[in-house]
């Protein structure tokens, strides 16, 4: 078996979630928030636990780990190199590749950020980018989630993967090689994308590449930022100056 049969490397792998007030300030009543865990700039493949709404229990946001183990994994090790590259499922090959198909069908969810990183390519250089919403409040990303056993220890984990499309205008200017952006859903398409009851083509109705003009974006200090590490300081989402060099 190769792993590469299995899954997809897309790129959408930094991102930033809100402070828990503001979070709570932007579902409104009716939504039940545990132990939650805020970042300035997070990379997924540090697993930080993310912000989930499953839709099993779409009214809790609760933590859950990014980089999705499927059921099927057969030992910790195999869990340990999957979740590794499963951090985005590809929306056009999401219901093909075994490790993701089962999810989109049984086990979708919305995890709640309030920014991503990106990086523009120039020649040899990497150019840093924090994207956001216009007013800055969070923001729901599509995503697919897992439940796997580890048969050693019986422990529990609980995993997810965010979903990417082809990239908008914006994104692709920024995103300039891969072309790639997470699937950002808004608010009316929440039910719809929670329900147990939607059909396939539904499902693939609703991943869809956000239409330009809903997001912002600007260029940050790559001294600041990192693509290897957690840079979890308010200052990496700062525009960049030169003054930061």
Known sequence: MYISNYIEISMCYHTSTAKEVEL???????????????????????????????????????????????????????????????????????FTLPSFRDSIVKRRCLIFVNGFFEWEHQGKETLPYFIYMPDHKPFALGGIWSQWTNKETAELHTTCSIITTAANELMSKIHNTKKRMPLILNRDKWDTWLSKEASKETVEKEMQTLPDGQLQAHRISKLITSRAEDSNIPEVQLEYKDSLL
Do not use: C, M
């Open 24 to 94: 709570r300030e932007f579902l409104g009543q009716g939504y039940t928030i545990e132990d939650y865990h805020h970042y300035y700039h997070v990379t997924g493949f540090s697993h930080p636990l993310l912000p989930v709404a499953t839709n099993e229990q779409p009214q809790i946001i609760q933590p859950v780990e990014w980089g999705l183990i499927p059921f099927w994994a057969k030992d910790e090790q195999a869990a340990k190199d999957i979740s590794l590259k499963t951090l985005n499922a590809r929306s056009e090959t999401i």
